[in-house]
Nanobody, 127 residues
């Protein structure tokens, strides 16, 4: 198993930036494909970005392309989400998630694919 702990959330004005971190502990981090999801009140959890085990492939949801960047440092057991040009509609609880990945190049964008979840970190963007 792997334990995930997110950090870096907070309150930011529209147009600002935040960097979220997700530290993993437990099994070898490099065997997991990782994803960032978010859930706003009254809405379903949605994938923000995902990254393959080897970091060779990434995925971004449409509205996040060009604004968000997912990355990982396997030596530090950490995945990051750099968020720029934030908008009020980005307000949500952000979760990181992990899934055992057989192929190093695979990423996953469905919440049901993931086995492990962090507790979430709140991101609030004021207008």
């Amino acid at each position: 198993q792997v334990q995930l702990v997110e950090s870096g959330g907070g309150l930011v004005q529209a147009g600002g930036s935040l960097r979220l971190s997700c530290a993993a502990s437990g099994r070898t981090f490099s065997i997991y494909a990782m994803g960032w999801f978010r859930q706003a009140p009254g809405k379903e959890r949605e994938c923000v970005a995902a990254i393959s085990r080897s970091a060779t492939n990434t995925y971004y949801a449409g509205s996040m392309k060009g604004r968000f960047t997912i990355s990982r440092d396997n030596a530090k057991n950490t995945v990051y989400l750099q968020m720029n040009s934030l908008k009020p509609e980005d307000t949500a609880v952000y979760y990181c998630a992990a899934v055992d990945a057989y192929y190093g190049s695979s990423y996953y964008y469905r919440a049901t694919d993931y086995h492990y979840w962090g507790q979430g970190t709140q991101v609030t963007v004021s207008s």
